[in-house]
């Protein structure tokens, strides 16, 4: 079992409140827990770790098998790029082993 580690720096003035709205979303179906400036995720394949400040929201998504990475950065950004409709955000995802 291999894990992959990504990572994504969002810039957008919202950062908290996306944060928020993720981990509230989220909740409903796995594990989630937030606070103004930090959230966490339990995904099946993966963890997802947040950080908000005022630069933006700062993402870090572990795959419990690498292979499960493009799936999970996929759900997290699909999800975020929804509730940030009133913006274009820009996600780039850096990925590492």
Known sequence: MTEAISRADVTTKEG?????????HFQHKRPATWGDDRGRIEFGSGLCEL?????G????????EAENAPQ??????????????????????????
């Open 16 to 24: 908290r409140k996306y944060l928020v709205q993720l981990c509230k």
């Open 51 to 55: 950080t908000a400040d005022d630069s």
């Open 57 to 64: 929201l700062h993402i870090v998504a572990t795959a419990t």
């Open 72 to 97: 999970l950065e996929d759900v997290i950004a699909r999800h975020l790029v929804r509730f940030a409709f009133r913006e274009e955000l820009v996600i780039d995802w850096t990925r590492s082993a």
